[in-house]
């Protein structure tokens, strides 16, 4: 139902998961059947089809993922989005002719990042959302890759794939698709005193983004694609989304100016909203970003509680209110409910059953508006959307009858028996015309039809009728396109780098590293100014940020986001490389990364498995690190909650009384899990195959 209402509504790509390796397991993911029947019907409207395998991959996992690839690939689609590295080349490698999408989840924040992917064949990037117009604008013209942004939607409060809270509080893995959504949910805000800043607030739940009122500034910058957030929202959500950007987007490539209507903006709130923010787009303050009042739908306003006794309410109304409708009656505590009953109105006064007591002076929201919904389901039955066709019939005296039609890129021809001349009544153009118009069952309108004919014909209806229905079936194989497949073997002749086995620490203070140092065999620091304290200690690294925009000149770097690789092509990769198979493993060294360290995701049973199938694979063992003693950092945001609030430091508490460390930079906010994970039997991993277990302070 949702991708025929974004068809409808005029989009020109869907991108849409199957059953297993979606980033929405819990959305109405498409079975294998349903998705050649959407990239059919997709094709026939000229609108492309992107498959999103956007998980990471585990090693057990990687024979379904690759059958799950071939089968989509096979069945015409035009690109899979993927997130896993190791995934990326080795559908690379094996499916040469095989689009690839690099996922927003890969956390792709910079050029560098960019050219990673350009350089393993990805032909599109879905950027970071947290990235300004003008750093997407000096990323598109610096690269020759297609350059997608989200526009419209749902916001992730952590950059998209760097999110491990809702693994961490009862193993649902944001990278695994079954984020439990703990943005969404209410903290207290605690300062390094103790001291209560805010009590149940939304303090991570972001507004909805909205581009609609900068779309002239977008526009100009080339980007290949705009996308709309929907794989979880419902038919009536896409279609109106939809319908208002192609409107908007079309009437500025006809006019050159930016034109939208309050009532369109109106239709989106009506349908979902959780109030809108411009985004980092346009360089949103962090004040402005959040909705910490709700996490969910905000209806729009439609009146006020003026009475209540008796079991009855007295709403004045400055919205109307109808039968069926939704609406919610904010107070103290919410009350929501159906109107399924008016028991009497005298102008924009109404007065409607309501058994719960509420608060004179609430306010009153539409939630769910029948009537919106009724219209919507009304142009989805007529399936207004067609694609507009030429034809031309040529009817002589002696030579077959022939009728051609034309696409926007196609033209097809089909040719019946021989044209006779009329013993009575001849045939007439308006006739033809009206049977030769009649495609109504089709995604086709006859825009103009030409005709090249003798006067005095005769053509029987039912060869009319089978000519029209032999060209659109031509037609619809040449829109109904096959693309190229083509499979290749997978070849990588991995670089092995030798490690001895032993502990690593990574450290925060300068004191820390007096007491000790000594122990550990190599020393992480991520603070730069302790760094340059103490690099003349061969065994200290410094840890790159995990956001990013320049490099320092150092020559042993622990290396935590995709362009750090590319711009320094050696090092040691870190966890927010999320390595849960072995083919990531054999990528990372194959780039200069002498010791790869494994995602906090990976069980015990993962990592051997990985282990094992990379030495029978390969031939050769691989230099692991793992982290076993540490307080994990659950989200890294672009927003700065402390700040926001004038705190130098502070915690995040949720109704489990789980806690959450809050540290910021000027570039991002890194959230911890007050809790710390530990692994205290750690010689089985030594005795596995890891060569190096790290311990955090």
């Not at 990235?131 to 890759?145: F, P």
């Not at 961490?168 to 207290?188: H, I, K, L, P, V």
């Not at 034109?259 to 004040?287: P, Y």
Request: positive net charge.
């Amino acid at each position: 139902d949702t991708l025929y209402a974004a068809i409808e509504a005029g989009c020109d790509a869907v991108y849409l998961g199957g059953k297993s390796f979606s980033a929405r397991s819990f959305a109405g993911n498409f079975s294998n059947e349903e998705i050649v029947q959407a990239i059919s019907y997709s094709h026939l409207y000229g609108v492309k089809v992107y498959v999103a395998a956007n998980t990471i991959i585990y090693e057990q996992e990687v024979t379904a993922f690759l059958e799950f690839i071939d089968f989509v690939h096979k069945n015409n689609v035009d690109a899979v989005i993927l997130q896993d590295l190791g995934m990326i080349d080795l559908v690379h490698q094996m499916y040469p002719k095989l689009e690839i999408h690099a996922s927003t989840q890969m956390h792709i924040h910079n050029l560098e990042g960019v050219k990673l992917l350009e350089e393993l064949g990805v032909k599109r990037v879905v950027l970071a959302r947290e990235l300004s117009m003008e750093e997407i604008e000096y990323i598109q013209k610096n690269t020759h890759v297609e350059i997608e942004i989200f526009i419209h939607g749902a916001l992730c409060v952590s950059y998209s794939g760097q999110c491990f809270m809702s693994f961490f509080n009862g193993g649902r893995s944001g990278n695994r698709g079954t984020c439990s959504q703990c943005c969404r949910m209410a903290y207290d805000l605690i300062d390094s005193k103790g001291n209560l800043v805010e009590k149940n607030k939304y303090l991570l739940s972001p507004k909805d983004l909205n581009s609609s009122s900068f779309l002239n500034r977008l526009l100009p910058l080339n980007i290949a694609s705009f996308k709309i957030e929907g794989r979880m929202k419902r038919k009536e959500y896409i279609y109106t989304v939809v319908s208002l950007y192609r409107k908007v987007i079309d009437r500025y490539f006809e006019t050159k100016k930016l034109e939208i209507d309050q009532q369109d903006i109106d239709e989106i709130k009506k349908i979902f909203h959780r109030g809108f923010t411009v985004g980092f787009l346009n360089h949103e303050k962090d004040k402005n970003w959040i909705q910490s009042y709700r996490p969910n739908h905000m209806g729009i306003e439609i009146g006020k509680v003026v009475k209540y006794e008796k079991n009855k309410v007295t709403i004045q109304l400055q919205e109307p209110l109808f039968i069926h409708d939704g609406i919610r009656i904010v107070g103290s505590e919410d009350v929501g409910f159906q109107v399924n009953k008016i028991i009497k109105q005298k102008g924009n006064i109404i007065e409607l059953p309501l058994l719960k007591k509420v608060e004179i002076g609430s306010k009153v929201v539409k939630t769910t508006d029948f009537l919106q919904l009724q219209k919507i389901d009304e142009n989805l039955q007529v399936r207004k959307r067609k694609i507009k066709i030429t034809g031309k019939l040529i009817a002589r005296i002696g030579r077959p009858l022939s009728f051609e039609i034309r696409d926007e890129s196609h033209c097809v021809t089909a040719v019946l028996d021989t044209v006779v001349q009329a013993k009575n009544q001849p045939v007439t153009k308006e006739k033809l015309q009206q049977n030769l118009s009649r495609l109504q069952d089709t995604v086709y309108e006859l825009e103009n039809l030409f005709f090249d004919m003798d006067d005095d014909i005769f053509i029987p209806i039912r060869k009319i009728n089978e000519i029209r229905r032999k060209t659109v079936e031509k037609l619809n194989q040449k829109r109904q396109y096959q693309l190229p497949y083509q499979r290749k073997n997978y070849c990588n002749k991995v670089t092995e780098y030798q490690d001895e086995i032993g502990l690593n620490i990574m450290i925060q203070t300068m004191e820390q590293y007096r007491k000790l140092s000594s122990s550990y065999r190599q020393i992480y620091v991520e603070d730069e100014k302790l760094y340059l304290q103490l690099k003349n200690d061969k065994r200290v690294i410094f840890r790159t940020p995990r956001v990013i925009h320049s490099y320092p000149p150092y020559e042993e770097v622990l290396l935590s986001d995709l362009g750090s690789l590319y711009h320094y092509q050696k090092g040691y990769s870190d966890f927010p490389f999320h390595v849960v198979n072995s083919y990531t493993v054999a990528f990372l060294h194959n780039h200069g990364i002498k010791r790869v360290t494994l995602s906090y995701e990976l069980s015990e049973k993962q990592t051997k498995c990985l282990i094992e199938n990379y030495q029978k694979r390969y031939h050769k063992k691989p230099n692991l690190e793992k982290i076993i003693s540490f307080y994990p950092e659950v989200m890294i945001c672009k927003y700065h909650l402390l700040k926001d609030h004038s705190l130098k430091s502070g915690y995040l508490q949720d109704y489990h009384h789980h806690r959450y460390r809050l540290k910021e930079n000027e570039d991002y906010m890194t959230i911890y899990l007050d809790k710390k994970i530990e692994v205290l039997d750690f010689d089985k991993y030594f005795d596995m195959g890891i060569t190096r277990l790290r311990i955090h302070l």
